[in-house]
């Protein structure tokens, strides 16, 4: 069987997200494959896709962030689209514009939407455009410590110093007071530089009290973008997200309409097509203020899916194979709550650094 032109899809990703996507191919009747390094020969994804490849050894850099790895992969098992999953290269534009050149369907947003999204300081200007609220802070890189902390006494304490690449709650420090942050920018331009290869910064305000509301949306080839609603992920540690939940609550509806309708709107104006996340900050009075977009499924994508009753990996590959979208708003009002809660292994004697250990 296939859904469109789709009748065969790589994974190329492992672990979770590999089962979740190659699960809902296996209902579709798509054939898989899966890739794997050496390290993940005995995976669950490896045994449960129709054909596996091995594409390196166990470092990441040298088989899942190996694009030529995984494109001779798609290339010798005959697979007509590639799924990235979240996380290794799911936001690369490089690599969806390389699968696209070489004839395979990216399951994603395109390599330009992507490119551009992927560049906080380019997204807050375009989502400036579309009308989305933004917080008061620097809309281009600043280009010296100086004019950055000018702007931060113009702004007002606290504010927060973010990476340009930044992501997943990396390349981001508070600071509090005006003493301290010309040490903090230098800090934090050197992590950016050392973790993203980038070290483009931008200031803008910090809300000490603020609601982290994101919204899911589907778009299609065909002009039309649909929202599934909001979830909550205000409970964090280190910017890493706990508890996500669906719907979001204690969010009248005036509000989660406008936060749904900024986000559909946001979508429309960039061209986005795909599934994607549009995240935002919520203050006490109920204000919200755009943040970022992740182009791509996201960890926390089950608690929508539960409530809506929705598999956004099958939509993913219907708009990937450009069908239209046959959802309903109607069909997609909440039913339930979904929680989801993720554990973090840390290490005591390192300063609970993360450690996933054995």
């Not at 494959?33 to 390290?39: D, E, G, I, L, R």
């Not at 470092?59 to 790895?69: G, M, T, V």
């Not at 979240?86 to 690369?92: A, R």
Request: with cysteine; charged share 20%.
């Amino acid at each position: 069987m296939s859904v469109g032109a789709i009748r065969k899809v790589l994974v190329a990703n492992r672990g979770e997200i590999a089962v979740r996507v190659l699960r809902t191919c296996a209902e579709l009747g798509i054939g898989t494959v899966a890739v794997y390094s050496s390290a993940d020969a005995d995976s669950a994804a490896v045994r449960m896709a129709d054909q596996a490849f091995r594409i390196g050894p166990g470092p990441a850099k040298r088989s899942y962030l190996h694009i030529p790895a995984i494109i001779e992969a798609a290339r010798a098992t005959g697979a007509d689209a590639i799924h990235p999953g979240y996380g290794f290269l799911s936001e690369n534009p490089d690599f969806a514009e390389v699968c696209e050149a070489e004839g395979f369907v990216f399951v994603g947003a395109p390599a330009t939407v992507m490119a551009d999204l992927g560049d906080k300081s380019t997204a807050r200007t375009l989502m400036a455009a579309a009308g989305l609220p933004l917080l008061p802070g620097s809309r281009d890189p600043l280009d010296s410590a100086d004019a950055a902390a000018a702007l931060a006494d113009d702004i007002g304490y606290p504010v927060i110093i973010k990476a340009v690449a930044g992501g997943g709650g990396r390349g981001m420090r508070v600071v509090r007071e005006s003493g301290d942050f010309a040490a903090t920018w230098r800090e934090t331009r050197a992590n950016a530089a050392a973790v993203f290869g980038d070290d483009r910064l931008y200031v803008e305000r910090y809300l000490d009290s603020a609601r982290h509301v994101e919204v899911q949306i589907l778009a299609d080839h065909h002009g039309t973008v649909l929202h599934l609603g909001a979830r909550d992920c205000s409970l964090q540690r280190r910017h890493q997200k706990l508890v996500e939940e669906s719907p979001a609550p204690g969010l009248s509806d005036e509000v989660r309409d406008a936060i749904c309708a900024a986000a559909v709107r946001g979508a429309a104006a960039v061209g986005y097509v795909g599934a994607g996340t549009f995240e935002f900050l919520l203050d006490p009075l109920g204000r919200f203020y755009f943040m970022e977009v992740n182009c791509r499924l996201q960890v926390e994508h089950p608690v929508t899916e539960m409530v809506t009753g929705t598999d956004l990996v099958a939509e993913q590959l219907r708009i990937a194979a450009g069908l239209p979208l046959t959802l309903s708003p109607d069909v997609l009002t909440p039913r339930g709550v979904a929680i989801e809660c993720r554990v973090n292994a840390e290490d005591p004697t390192r300063e609970f650094a993360p450690a996933p250990g054995t």
